[in-house]
């Protein structure tokens, strides 16, 4: 018995003494992704949307895409895709950094996405209760405004 408290301490004292350096850095952020974002996902770090080549950073809420042959980011559409709806359109989940820096390669990979049906279920449409506090910004709410079927009412309008 008196063997097996031994080996006991020792290995203790040992682990204790040589942490271990594998690290696992992982984190779930589906609050912070956008309603329009498809569902499936414990964390993304961009979305990849081929309709507009544009790709959307969701730890900052922008939107990154090229303007004059340099990568923008913003929290609003370039203007030419002000009235694009991101809820009917393909996203392609990418979690690695920069993902910018291969767009022809998503380019030619994802090409083939641009014009057709999503096919996938989106975080608002989910009843999942973890997307219960997804992220909401401006675009979302008009985009989501007008598409409610009383979209052109006004709250404390009486409509008879």
Same mark, same amino acid.
């Given at each position: ?11 203790? @004292? ?13 984190? @779930? ?43 923008? *980011? ?18 392609? @989940? ?8 291969? *767009? ?8 083939? *996405? ?47």
């Amino acid at each position: 018995m008196k063997k097996l408290l031994m080996a006991t301490a020792i290995l203790a @004292v040992s682990a204790l003494l040589n942490p271990s350096h594998a690290q696992i850095n992982f984190s @779930v952020n589906i609050g912070d992704q956008p309603s329009w974002g498809p569902t499936g996902y414990d964390h993304v770090e961009y979305y990849y949307i081929p309709d507009i080549q544009a790709y959307y950073y969701v730890p900052s809420h922008e939107f990154v895409y090229l303007n004059r042959g340099h990568w923008t *980011f913003s929290h609003e559409l370039p203007p030419r895709y002000y009235d694009f709806d991101l809820f009917h359109c393909r996203k392609i @989940v990418m979690n690695e950094p920069q993902p910018y820096l291969h *767009f022809d390669e998503h380019r030619r990979d994802y090409d083939h *996405f641009r014009g057709t049906p999503p096919g996938q279920e989106f975080i608002r449409d989910n009843h999942d209760d973890r997307y219960k506090w997804h992220y909401h910004d401006q675009h979302e709410a008009d985009e989501e405004w007008r598409h409610r079927p009383e979209g052109d009412k006004h709250w404390g309008e009486d409509h008879h």
